[in-house]
């Protein structure tokens, strides 16, 4: 009976210690490679075209990837997509678009009002009067004065299509800032234009115009 006993124990032993061997490293046939190991691809690395294709037609003969993200799908913390055209239609839908942001914070405000400077004081100049370098210089026309009334009028959307789009001589700053930001700067320029009596300005926790960190260089 002890024998019997001994000799399970070493069977027992062996199957353990088999099943802590190779087959971990070899657990044979994959019924689908491609899903268990998955081709690591390196941000801005060249492809090597005979595996990789950015033609869709090529689908099934070798691999598609145009380094763009799934249609319909965003980024964590990201907001939607602006979706209206680039039209009269669009820009007069987008006055009903409204700003998503929440209140920001003085931090946010400060980080606004820097880029606003960099993208915009040029033009607009510091306090949104068309008062910039380029406006004053002549080369530049048809600025805007941010603190005029079509402007204090204008929708926060119709303003966020404008930077997107970009209207009569602006270009669009799409490339230069993310929705997040230009919407901040719509944002950032309400706090430039004068409030009328009972009208709050929502959206922006105020600062002063003498903070060293948003002075315009």
Known sequence: ????????????????????????????????????????????????????????????????????????????????????????????????????????TRKDSLEAARLYNINCGICHGADGKANGPLATSGKVGGVANLTADAYIAMADGTMFHSLFYGKNNMGSYASQLSRTQRWQMVQYIRTLQPKTAGTAVVGTVPISKTDSTIKAK
């Open 1 to 104: 009976m002890k024998q019997i006993t001994f000799f399970t124990a070493i069977l027992i032993t062996a199957i353990i210690l088999s099943s802590c061997g190779d087959s971990k490293r070899n657990p044979g046939s994959i019924y689908m490679p491609d899903m268990t190991y998955s081709r690591a691809v390196e941000t801005y690395a060249s492809l090597d075209s005979s595996v990789f294709t950015t033609d869709a037609n090529k689908l099934g003969k070798e691999i598609f990837y145009n380094a763009k993200p799934v249609n319909g799908t965003m980024m964590i913390g990201d907001l939607p997509d602006y979706t209206l055209s680039d039209d009269s239609l669009g820009y007069a839908m987008s006055a009903s678009i409204k700003n998503p942001l929440q209140p920001l």
